[in-house]
């Protein structure tokens, strides 16, 4: 039983987590590449076949998705509607007081989640109208519709928001039945399924000599390179000390206490990446799907390619806003410093009333950097595609969002794993050290 691996296939409620969790992702790839009802497979693999080195726009769409938006799928919107209507739920509650006021009451919470998944019915409607439009832009050129253009429309309308919807629920049955979070696993079993034909296609690309070998060589360094960043971004943090004093509850006295409260260089984790592709990806699609002639939508789509420099603007700005906005959201200082002192705890060489204002100093001090850094880790897939030329359905792999996705969600799922065996008096999965999850 000291073989942690045994300890978890022996443990009973985790075997029954884990192969619940796996026969989910298998559910996710199989819809992942069963098209939406008129569409033609063939004609539209070669179609994107003779795109040569492929559009940056749809590999970036179809990086979240897991491949599944090149294959026009039921599940080609992936979770993404989901997530983005969640961010807008979390700014609606900060701007309506009304909102948060609700949820703050009995069933509040549920009456919140209600509302959010009519609006991510909502959002993915708008979604699936522009891959309708999308598809007949494609059709113009090949013929990937066995259906009318009127059909197909209502048929992607109903299919892809019912994959997402369902989606959706197999993202919370994960988190309730299954290991780790199962929004997070969707988006990383996705970048899992397709990082062996990048390398595939990198190594096939350097045999036929259209890659120079030097710059596979380099670009596999910073791979390994930028795993070991996100690892020490992940895990490094600063410890703030809190002294308790001695005090009577009932009939016994509980003895001074001197602990820590750990504030990561990175709160937030991954999130702010998350959120930030997913608030550009809406807009991206829509330009994308729609923009086709020289309207001004096709302007847009143009100006938010994922190569360009305003894309790359607005998605730093979006990680470092979106850091601070969570690391609010989740570490408030005003409700640290009331559990400090309700429980009779100091911080040493500062005055009680002065604790909301050193932690929120100490916390800005830190998100700032671990924003830029998560953001500087986020553009490296750009980088290596600008100054490589390696196609961008191979920078997208193993670039920077998909390493910290990757890293960022192996590392939270492990942790959890850990806590399930020492709950069952195991060992944990690493004999020294201690996994520390990110609790998103």
């Not at 509650?93 to 609006?119: C, H, N, T």
């Not at 699936?128 to 999308?134: C, D, P, T, Y």
């Not at 994308?288 to 100006?303: E, Y």
């Amino acid at each position: 039983m000291a073989n942690p691996i045994v300890g978890m296939l022996r443990t009973k409620e985790l075997r029954e987590r884990i192969l619940f969790t796996f026969g989910m992702l298998v559910v996710f790839r199989i819809g992942a590449v069963f098209p939406i009802p008129g569409i033609n497979a063939s004609e539209l693999s070669r179609f994107f076949a003779t795109q040569g080195t492929g559009n940056p726009i749809v590999d970036y769409l179809d990086f979240f998705a897991g491949g599944a938006f090149s294959n026009f799928s039921v599940f080609m919107l992936g979770i993404m509607p989901y997530i983005t209507m969640s961010i807008m739920m979390q700014l609606f509650m900060i701007v309506f007081p009304a909102l948060k006021k609700i949820s703050q009451e009995d069933g509040g919470k549920k009456k919140i989640q209600k509302w959010q998944r009519y609006g991510t019915v909502a959002v993915c409607v708008v979604q699936s109208l522009a891959v309708s439009q999308f598809a007949r832009h494609i059709s113009m050129q090949a013929e990937i519709l066995y259906v009318s253009m009127a059909q197909f429309t209502l048929i992607s309308i109903l299919t892809v928001t019912t994959g997402t919807m369902f989606l959706m629920w197999i993202g919370e049955q994960i988190t309730k039945r299954g290991v780790g979070n199962g929004i997070s696993l969707l988006i990383y079993a996705g970048i899992v399924a397709r990082l062996p034909d990048a390398i595939f296609q990198l190594f096939r690309m350097m045999r036929n000599g259209d890659i120079n070998p030097v710059f596979v060589i380099i670009v596999i360094v910073m791979f390994v390179g930028i795993v070991a960043l996100v690892v020490f971004e992940q895990q490094g943090h600063r410890k703030i000390p809190v002294n308790y004093a001695k005090r009577v509850v009932g009939r016994k006295m509980y003895g001074a206490q001197n602990t820590y409260i750990p504030f990561k260089i990175n709160p937030s984790g991954v999130i702010p990446v998350i959120f930030a592709s997913s608030i550009l990806m809406f807009p991206l699609q829509i330009a994308q799907s729609l923009g086709t002639g020289g309207n001004w939508l096709g302007a847009v789509s143009n100006a938010l390619n994922p190569l360009g420099f305003l894309y790359n603007f607005l998605f730093v700005f979006l990680i470092i806003f979106f850091a601070y906005f969570y690391t609010q959201v989740t570490l408030n200082p005003i409700e640290i410093a009331r559990q400090i002192r309700e429980n009779g705890g100091s911080i040493p060489g500062i005055r009680t009333e002065r604790i909301e204002e050193y932690l929120t100093k100490i916390l800005n001090r830190i998100v700032l950097p671990g924003a830029l850094y998560l953001a500087f880790i986020a553009v490296t897939p750009t980088l290596i595609q600008l100054a490589f030329r390696i196609p961008s359905s191979i920078a997208f792999m193993m670039g920077g969002t998909s390493l910290l996705i990757m890293v960022g969600v192996g590392l939270d799922t492990m942790s959890q794993v850990e806590g399930l065996l020492k709950m069952h008096h195991h060992e944990g999965l690493v004999k020294k050290g201690r996994l520390r999850g990110r609790n998103l």
